[in-house]
């Protein structure tokens, strides 16, 4: 890139890449063609949870947002100023949303009864540890994609959940998801919940179980109707909770 403060803006503004082009090479992906989103949150909406102004809309698309999925970007100020005004034009060409199927009462109650997922996940503070709380999840994904987690669990891990296998000197071997790790120790957390924790030297093995998932697959144990029912109801976490 030619250095700024020598070339007037409006050359740079000629030279830079189209918001929409930046938006379908970078964003795309996981937030949709159209902003309908995927892996990540819709970006078609008036309001977004994170962005109340343009400032803190490119402030996002630059530095990312820790922790979360959504990588920091390597755009200069010229293309996040297109790439935002992309993203906020998105919502002018959104089409009314159909009603997703399903009854999010219904849902909750699979979600606590047969489908037994409260088992692995915290919902507004019950539930179990051993997978990623679900509390704001509808803030975070889009319908489809939560609807393939369940169906299809192993097809996009997020990256804030590594699975792990150690085998003690002993022969006995844990599986589970690492809670923490430094160079001396390891805590995993098995599906029953509970908190292992070793030395390292006392591992005759610990091995990242990479791209896999600790998830069951509910494609055959639930029916379509049920399955409607359950991303009825998680689509529906994370409205109330979002500032
Ligand atoms: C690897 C996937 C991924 C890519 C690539 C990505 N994002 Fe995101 N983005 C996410 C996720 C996940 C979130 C939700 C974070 C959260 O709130 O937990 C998010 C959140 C956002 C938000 C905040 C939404 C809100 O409601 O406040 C904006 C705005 C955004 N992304 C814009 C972009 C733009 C623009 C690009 C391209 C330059 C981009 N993202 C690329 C995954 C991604
Ligand atoms: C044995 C524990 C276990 C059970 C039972 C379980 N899950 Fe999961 N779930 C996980 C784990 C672990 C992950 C994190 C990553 C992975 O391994 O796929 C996960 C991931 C997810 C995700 C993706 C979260 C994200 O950030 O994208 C959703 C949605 C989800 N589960 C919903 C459900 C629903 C709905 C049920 C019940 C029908 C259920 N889970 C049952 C362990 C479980």
Not at 30 to 50: A, V
Not at 198 to 212: D, H, I, N, P, Y
Request: glycine letters at 12%; aromatic letters at 4%.
């Amino acid at each position: 890139m030619l250095a700024a403060a020598a070339v007037p803006l409006f050359l740079l503004m000629m030279q830079a890449p189209s918001g929409d082009s930046i938006y379908a090479g970078q964003c795309a992906i996981c937030h949709g063609q159209r902003g309908e989103g995927g892996r990540g949150p819709s970006l078609n909406r008036t309001k977004l949870r994170h962005a109340s102004d343009d400032t803190a809309l490119r402030r996002i698309i630059r530095h990312g947002l820790p922790g979360t999925g959504m990588p920091a970007t390597w755009l200069n100020e010229v293309e996040l100023v297109e790439v935002a005004g992309f993203v906020r034009s998105l919502s002018n060409a959104r089409k009314p949303q159909a009603e997703l199927p399903g009854n999010a009462e219904r849902g909750r109650a699979i979600f606590a009864g047969k489908g037994a997922c409260v088992q692995c996940h915290v919902v507004n503070g019950a539930g179990g540890a051993f997978g990623p709380a679900l509390t704001g999840i509808a803030a975070q994904r889009s319908a489809g994609h939560l609807r393939q987690s369940i169906v299809d669990p192993g097809a996009d891990v997020p990256p804030s959940f590594v699975l792990l296998r150690a085998e003690t000197a002993g022969g006995r071997t844990v599986t589970g998801a690492r809670v923490n790790e430094d160079t001396f120790s390891v805590q995993i957390r098995d599906a029953a919940g509970t908190l292992h924790s070793f030395w390292k030297t006392e591992l005759k093995m610990l091995k990242k179980e990479l791209g896999k998932s600790a998830m069951p697959s509910y494609a055959t144990s639930l029916t379509g109707p049920e399955l409607d029912d359950l991303v009825r109801y998680l689509a529906g976490l994370g409205e109330t909770e979002a500032q």
